[in-house]
């Protein structure tokens, strides 16, 4: 695996791969890498030669009061997963060489980016949709990868490789959860034994909402009363929102559609948690995916 610092020699590389007709795939991260970036190697692996992994813990999508200096940065560990599993180069750039003095330009997907996450973390999204942006110039891939989770920042992504015309396609990939139902974060790493038990909640609210469904509930005011009963039986954690919304617009339904998400954010003692569930239409049936 080789190691690229600069965005000259990683557009470089990028250029030598496309001028020899390789179909170069990339996944965007921040590091602190887990089974669930795995699986999104895994999947670039399968479909595209060479696979880029980028570390980049970026600090415009980071509010005054977040969590940016004690996110984790084991790049010596998540070196070593990369080297393991056969990627072929880790793009790790500084933050000044991302955002040099003078920089002044930003992306702001509208409406998209104004609700649930966008609300609650006001500026994350441009932060967001400005380091992809750069991310797909400096690295022209075919295909990026991103995991479901993050439901509303890969919308937002989607929508703004649409409207500037981007040859890069988006591929979404499954949450990749733990055993007892939580979905694989970095975050999980701030989690105390007490918290980390209590986090499991998110998830099981979302299969109490699927069972509701299964069962031909259909009704988002009475689903989400569902939901919220099992979290706000959880004392330790605070709900931040609960929604269903449309998986377009991710604007609110009053009844299930053909393809929507459940979307939830919460705090589990000082860890913020985000999870969702997708709905979708299958046959004469609505299906739910945790």
Known sequence: METIHTIAWMKQVAQEARKNDRLLGLVPTMGALHDGHVSLIRRAQQECSPVVVSIFVNPTQFGPSEDFQKYPRPIESDRAVLEKIGVDYLFAPSAGEMYPSGFRTAVDVERLSERLEGRSRPGHFRGVATVVLKLFEIVQPRFAFFGRKDAQQVRIVQQMASDFNLDTEIVVC?????????????????????????????????????REVT???????????????????????????????????FEPVVTLRRRCYVLLAARVGGTRLIDNALIEQEDDALRVTL
Do not use: F, M, W
């Open 174 to 210: 499954p949450i990749v959860r733990e055993p007892d139902g939580l979905a694989l974060s970095s975050r999980n790493a701030y989690l105390k034994p007490e918290d980390r038990r209590a986090a499991t909640v998110l998830c099981r609210a979302l299969d109490a909402l699927r």
């Open 215 to 249: 069962g031909g509930e259909h009704d988002v005011a009475r689903l989400l009363v569902a939901l919220r009963q099992v979290v706000d039986a959880e004392q330790s954690v605070s709900l931040d929102y609960a929604e269903i919304v449309d998986a377009e617009t």
